[in-house]
């Protein structure tokens, strides 16, 4: 098997044309002949090209509404023949060599996105495409194969170094890209058919994505990493567009849509902003402005907040920016910014300003997952959201309007805190969080111990916590934890209740003349 091979013959069949003209006219300048199907060999030779149709090298028409057209022995024949054993069988059955593929598939991915019904959805599921592709990156021996638009300079560049011909390096790398494709094809069809069958635990189950970075490392220097896009249309790190700042990490994305999946909780029709660290929020709150809400949630526990990342569920304006740009901040990501704000972080010139030119939908579906040894877990996204109508006031108090606004807020909050999870707010602004405690009782200490930081930061007369709600991930075991909340001056909870003593729970909560609803659904984050 040679190293270096010329290209005489390449088959072109591709859904997206984009480059495709200048591409087949550098191919033909170079004397290579061009094969084609339908739609590409129309476009090629209106552009006044010479293609031959891949129906006259195989003495079939298109069939069946073109399903039927590069399924055939003389298109896979050319593509699998092994040049220097199969001779004898291609000159016997005419066969001619395929030295180049080009084929991108038809766009199933984008059809689905578009909400297409089931039947033109099916029409979308390549079959010749992907049998070629395959068949090629099998072959890469004597066969290069190129399926992404982004690779057409880089086959010219490879051709341009090695006087027309391509190494076996080249085209081993571009089987693999051609695998891969393939198979994350195949994954995007799996899935949507088990959703379009109601199949919530299929018996098999695939994940793909394309890569949208290296990243230097991952959660440590000693960890290679990378990020990669799932092609979902979901606002967020992954489709935001980086105005400025240094290259964003591992932990700076993973970070960023903590925050940002945070802050889209909250309606646009008020400001409302979330300030995250090591995946938890150190501060939540809306407002009157966006400076009012960064403000209200800087304040929360502005210790936490250096070196943190700031979501923003409202255009950044300047006066904000100004505000946000007075302590170090890794990452500030919202829906748009204006000039002004655009023109304060330019000062900044390692602060990551990203915009995403809208907010995620919390209650829309998805699926998440998590690898474990041997295996993976994969579960509903948590888009689990509670009304004043869905709540159960369990204690002889019930709630005034205030408090009841603050515990929406507050369980909203809690659903984005690791767990144990306990979230203290005020006024629609967090004053005290708790995360990630072993205990429950450990995460309501530490939540009270961060709003009296606070006050001593602020010099305020007394802990912000004192008049507050509190909101818990989960049902509270025992007493102690709702004894710990009214010592730290909270005055309602809210829970989703479902503990065997919880009874004992709701007394503990009446004898400190504290209001509790119960929620019935548990927002635990690991």
């Known amino acids: 098997m040679p190293d270096l091979l010329p290209i005489a013959r390449a088959l072109i069949s591709v859904s997206d044309k984009t480059g495709l003209l200048e591409f087949a006219q550098s191919l033909a300048a170079r004397g290579v002949e061009l094969l084609s199907t339908g739609g590409t060999s129309e476009m090629l030779r209106k552009a006044g090209l010479s293609v031959r149709d891949v129906s006259d090298l195989t003495g079939f028409p298109e069939m069946m509404d073109g399903r039927v057209k590069t399924l055939h022995p003389k298109v896979h024949g050319g593509l699998l023949a092994l040049r220097d054993q199969h001779k004898p069988e291609m000159e016997a059955h005419e066969i001619e060599p395929i030295d180049l593929l080009i084929v991108n598939l038809y766009p199933f991915e984008a059809t689905v996105a578009k909400g297409a019904d089931y039947d033109t959805c099916i029409e979308n599921i390549d079959i010749g495409g992907p049998a ?196 170090f901040t890794e990452v500030v990501i919202a829906p748009d910014a204006d000039e002004e704000a655009k023109s304060i972080f330019a000062a900044k010139k390692n602060l990551r300003l990203l915009t995403t030119g809208a907010l995620p939908d919390p209650t829309a579906k998805g699926l998440t997952f998590r690898q474990v040894a041997g295996g993976f877990l994969v579960q509903d996204r948590d888009n689990g959201e509670v009304t004043a109508a869905d709540l159960k006031v369990v204690t002889k108090r019930a709630p005034t309007d205030q408090e009841l606004a603050d515990m929406l807020f507050a369980w909203k909050v809690a659903k984005h805190v690791k767990s144990n999870a306990i979230v203290y707010v005020k006024d629609e602004a967090t004053v005290g969080i708790g995360a990630g405690q072993m205990s429950r009782v450990d995460s309501t200490m530490i939540a009270a111990r961060k709003a009296e930081h606070m006050a001593e930061l602020l010099h305020l007369p007394v802990s912000p916590a004192k008049g507050c709600v509190a909101a818990s991930d989960a049902f509270f075991p025992f007493p102690d934890g709702v004894e710990e909340l009214a010592r730290a001056g909270a005055k309602a909870v809210i829970q989703p209740g479902g503990s065997i003593r919880d009874a004992e729970v709701i007394a503990a909560a009446d004898a400190a003349g504290l209001a509790m609803v119960f929620t019935g659904q548990r927002h635990f984050r690991h």
């Open 132 to 327: 070629m592709l395959r068949a090629a990156a099998k072959n890469h021996a004597w066969v290069t194969v190129v399926t992404d638009v982004e690779d057409y300079n880089a086959l010219l560049a490879e051709l341009d170094r090695n006087d027309d011909r391509i190494s076996y390096a080249f085209r081993q790398r571009q089987a693999q890209i051609a695998y891969a494709r393939t198979a994350a094809y195949d994954a995007a069809v799996s899935t949507w058919m088990a959703d379009a069958l109601g199949e919530a635990t299929p018996r098999r189950r695939a994940f793909a994505g394309t890569l949208a970075q290296p990243l230097r490392y991952g959660e440590n220097p000693h960890q290679a990493a990378a990020f990669y896009r799932d092609g979902s249309a979901r606002p967020g790190v992954a489709t935001a567009r980086q105005l400025q700042g240094k290259e964003l990490s591992y932990n700076n994305i993973n970070d960023t849509d903590a925050a940002f999946e945070l802050v889209a909780e909250f309606p646009t029709d008020r400001p409302a902003c979330a300030i995250i660290k090591h995946a938890n929020p150190c501060g939540v709150a809306v407002g009157g402005s966006l400076l009012d809400a960064y403000g209200r949630a800087y304040d929360c526990d502005r210790t936490s907040a250096f070196g943190g990342i700031v979501a923003l569920n409202h255009m950044l304006d300047g006066a904000t920016a100004a505000r946000i740009a007075e302590i």
